[in-house]
């Protein structure tokens, strides 16, 4: 397994530590920035950070069959992990350090991440069949970071158009961008009375359907502040953004919603369940129970891959999925679980141990092998300089 890591120092990315079991965890440590202090805190070192990485033993041979990667991201240790295969046939875990890293989505050119008061668009700056440092396809370069300020982002989406929508918790409505101010609201619930920076409801989870906003998540139908602390057991809804019904209610802390293969799924993550929308019943089907708070879900083909968190003390302390642990004499998890979308079972997994504990978001990245991504805090940021031209080669000559 390889682990490539931020240093402040020159850094070309290859910095690896390198085993030969796949299976076997790799311990990195980072070593840039801090992340945001609660308000008379000092600010917490990410630099110290010590994360262990584990996986299943045929995951690097899945993930190069089927030419796929993941993107990772965890907000509680401001990292997004780029999890591929390199050229030995081993597990990759390439990481960059974006304070609160939060919803990502992306594909073989373009990735999107909402971070804590930005929202960063990368670009693939490889031509096809062409490498970089002899052994990465992609190199995903910060070519945007809209500032948009502390919106409590979370799930993202990209329109037919080109352009991105996110779920804006803060202000319980989903936004895009603006050319002038921090967002665009363009919908909100008709339970909410108004956009306050309040947090009424928790939205949190957004589904595209032929490249526009179709579904979103929250906790509760709440609409005053912070009210869905108290709705975490059964408040949950998924919501039809064109007609504003409630297609499916009586969830635990839902997320993530996807439409995939003709079916709305979802994590009802309060139970600890991935399942779908039955909606003559406006009721929530189980598939797979998996041990953890399960947020992040990115589908492709029969397989979906599931994110997991270990419950957060007081907040998600005391629902259902405690109890489903306990049936089962298991701990919870913080990694990912590939899991099959016919019959639920755990096809591969990557497990994180150590200074981290929750995963928010995933993205499959389709046709990437072996990515990597430029850091903001190396010297590399500044060195590695593309272009492309109109000019002609002889006008260029003379």
Aim: glycine content about 10%.
């Amino acid at each position: 397994m390889q682990s490539n890591q931020d240093t402040p120092e020159l850094d070309t990315g290859l910095d690896a530590l390198t085993t030969e079991a796949p299976a076997a965890p790799a311990t990195t440590e980072a070593r840039t920035s801090a992340d945001a202090a609660k308000p008379g805190q000092a600010p917490r070192d990410l630099t110290q950070l010590k994360v262990e990485k584990g996986c299943s033993r045929g995951l690097a041979g899945w993930l190069g069959q089927h030419r796929l990667s993941l993107a990772i991201t965890s907000y509680q240790t401001g990292r997004i992990y780029l999890v591929g295969s390199d050229q030995q046939g081993r597990v990759s875990f390439f990481e960059r350090i974006f304070e609160r890293a939060m919803g990502v989505v992306g594909n073989a050119q373009r990735i999107y991440l909402g971070g804590l008061y930005q929202l960063w668009r990368f670009e693939n700056v490889l031509r096809p069949n062409e490498v970089i440092h002899g052994q990465f396809d992609k190199c995903y370069v910060p070519r945007n970071a809209q500032t948009i300020g502390d919106l409590d982002i979370h799930e993202l989406g990209i329109r037919k158009n080109g352009k991105v929508v996110f779920i804006n918790t803060k202000y319980s409505c989903l936004s895009e961008l603006s050319q002038t101010h921090s967002f665009k609201a363009i919908w909100k619930p008709k339970f909410i009375s108004k956009l306050a920076p309040e947090d009424r409801c928790h939205l949190n989870g957004l589904a595209m359907v032929d490249g526009e906003p179709k579904y979103v998540t929250a906790v509760c139908k709440s609409d005053s502040v912070d009210g869905w602390r108290d709705r975490r057991h059964d408040g949950g809804v998924v919501i039809d953004i064109d007609t504003d019904e409630i297609v499916c209610e009586g969830l635990s802390m839902p997320h993530s919603p996807r439409w995939h293969n003709g079916k709305l799924w979802l994590l009802n993550a309060g139970t600890g369940y991935l399942g779908w929308v039955d909606f003559d019943k406006k009721a929530f089907v189980p598939h797979a129970f998996v041990p953890g708070f399960a947020r992040g879900l990115s589908m492709i083909g029969n397989v979906a891959a599931v994110g997991l968190s270990k419950p957060r003390n007081q907040r998600f302390e005391g629902l259902q999925l405690d109890e489903e642990l306990k049936k089962r004499d298991a701990d919870p998890w913080c990694g990912v679980q590939i899991i099959s979308l016919t019959n639920g079972d755990v096809m591969n997994w990557i497990r994180f141990e150590g200074d981290i504990t929750e995963i928010f978001d995933i993205s499959f990245l389709p046709n990437v092998k072996h990515p990597m991504m430029i850091g903001l805090r190396t010297t590399e940021i500044r060195d590695l300089i593309t272009f492309e031209s109109d000019i002609p080669a002889e006008a260029a000559i003379a």
